[in-house]
T-cell receptor, first 117, second 117 residues
């Protein structure tokens, strides 16, 4: 296990369709994060899991967004009824535990680029 | 609230000349600060981190940054630019721990570094 994997790398969808992205974190990492990066901006926090529990959600995460991490391993991020404003890079990151979060930094995946047409 | 300001959206340097990417932060507590690099179609890679130890921090690929509390700055430098350094660079400050115990990252808007042959 060499890093954080995200699938797919690219997704083009029509407005109104549902899409789902997958993230496989580093296996021993118990924390998993989703960030969104729009063109010309830095990534913004969406949500965070510790093991299977979703402990925090950003106000950016509207009701059309849902994230799960059913067994505390991989995570999925679903967007329902996509809108053009959802077009962005969706980044997943993982980290080990509370005491190390601050100092070690997250490990990010390569992201899923979503284009809504 | 914590924030970071990257003072330049684009920086161009000639190969072999020094690199300076500027970052100012705002934090109500003792911050952790990071620099990440993002190459096209790649994930974010941690370059270096400051976590209240030595104020001069050395990172990978010859980069370093100096934490200056009096100036609230954390500028990234490299003595000699290489063509492979061309990428987007993000300055990041760590939010104070939330009630769930995680540290969210606040990203700057990024600086695109161009290296001229």
């Amino acid at each position: 296990d060499t890093g954080v994997s995200q699938d797919p790398r690219h997704k083009i969808t029509k407005r109104g369709q549902n899409v789902t992205f997958r993230c496989d974190p580093i296996s021993e990492h118990n924390r998993l994060y989703w960030y969104r990066q729009t063109l010309g901006q830095g990534p913004e926090f969406l949500t965070y899991f510790q093991n299977e529990a979703q402990l925090e959600k950003s106000r950016l995460l509207s009701d059309r967004f849902s994230a799960e991490r059913p067994k505390g391993s991989f995570s999925t991020l679903e967007i329902q009824r996509t809108e053009q404003g959802d077009s962005a890079m969706y980044l997943c990151a993982s980290s080990l535990d509370r005491s190390r979060d601050r100092g070690y930094g997250y490990t990010f995946g390569s992201g899923t680029r979503l284009t809504v047409v | 609230a914590q924030s970071v300001t990257q003072l330049d959206s684009h920086v161009s340097v000639s190969e072999g000349t020094p690199v300076l990417l500027r970052c100012n932060y705002s934090s109500s507590y003792s911050p952790s600060l990071f620099w990440y690099v993002q190459h096209p179609n790649k994930g974010l890679q941690l370059l270096l981190k400051y976590t209240s130890a030595a104020t001069l921090v050395k990172g990978i690929n010859g980069f370093e940054a100096e934490f200056k509390k009096s100036e609230t700055s954390f500028h990234l430098t490299k003595p000699s630019a290489h063509m492979s350094d061309a990428a987007e660079y993000f300055c990041v400050v760590s939010d104070p721990p939330t009630t769930s115990g995680t540290y969210k990252y606040i990203f700057g808007t990024g600086t695109r570094l161009k290296v001229l042959a």
